[in-house]
């Protein structure tokens, strides 16, 4: 019995072995970006690296190509954008594609809810005013008109993305996001960061 099981893991084990070595995605990830995005993607607030596991292939693609051309992280007075413009200008699409799946199929991060941001009920009143047409009712996003999800990303760095908008550092949409006090987007982080995904 332990025997038959050990065999399992085992070849389980290479198997999983086998395949990562194969896949163009898991060896650009774990050699370029695992460093600050972590190996399965739970981000590192420290270096102000989000959590990615589980954002739609789509988005991810969308964002690198963003990043490699500068439409975002162009300015460095967006420094942690500018890390990542940095890092993105190398990738070319084909390797963009198979990171966009290799990251979607990563499992998302439960304990996004990392800062007492206060008021996740005025935040859900905020949100479902002025977000939810695009982004979703429960933050799943929106394929057909290139909205991601909000509800894989940790409370620190949806603050900061509402900051980015705000100065025009990095563009929102074709609508940019109401005037919001501090306080507003700090409880719209709260209420998204307590959605389950
Ligand atoms: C030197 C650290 C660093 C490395 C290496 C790095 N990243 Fe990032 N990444 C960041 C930071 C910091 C941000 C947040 C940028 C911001 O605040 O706008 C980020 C943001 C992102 C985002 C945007 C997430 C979102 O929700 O919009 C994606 C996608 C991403 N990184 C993918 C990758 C991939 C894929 C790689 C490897 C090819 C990689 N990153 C390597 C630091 C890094
Ligand atoms: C008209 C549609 C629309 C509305 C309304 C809208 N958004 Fe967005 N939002 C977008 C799009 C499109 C993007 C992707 C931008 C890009 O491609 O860089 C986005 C991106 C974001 C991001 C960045 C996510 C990430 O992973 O980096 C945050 C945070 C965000 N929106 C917050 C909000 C908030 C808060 C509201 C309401 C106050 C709001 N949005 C309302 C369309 C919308």
Known sequence: MILRFLLFS????????FAND????????RDNC????????SGNESMKAPSL????????????RKFRGGERGGD???????????TAFKLDDRIIAYLGQYV????????????????????KELYLKNCKSCHGENGVGNKPDRVPPLD????????NQMHNFEKKLRKHSEQQIPKL????MKNIAAYLTALKN
């Open 10 to 17: 085992f070849t389980t084990f290479i198997c999983q072995t």
């Open 22 to 29: 194969q896949d163009p995605g898991a060896i650009t990830f």
């Open 34 to 41: 695992s460093a600050c995005h972590q190996f399965d993607g």
């Open 53 to 64: 596991a589980g954002l739609p292939r789509w988005y991810v693609s969308d964002q690198l």
């Open 76 to 86: 460095s007075k967006d420094a942690p954008g500018h890390l990542m413009h940095m």
């Open 104 to 123: 979607q199929n990563l499992k998302p991060v439960n304990n996004r809810h990392t800062k007492d941001f206060d008021s996740k009920e005025k935040g």
């Open 152 to 159: 894989k990303q940790p409370d620190w760095y949806l603050l």
């Open 181 to 184: 006090s501090e306080q507003q």
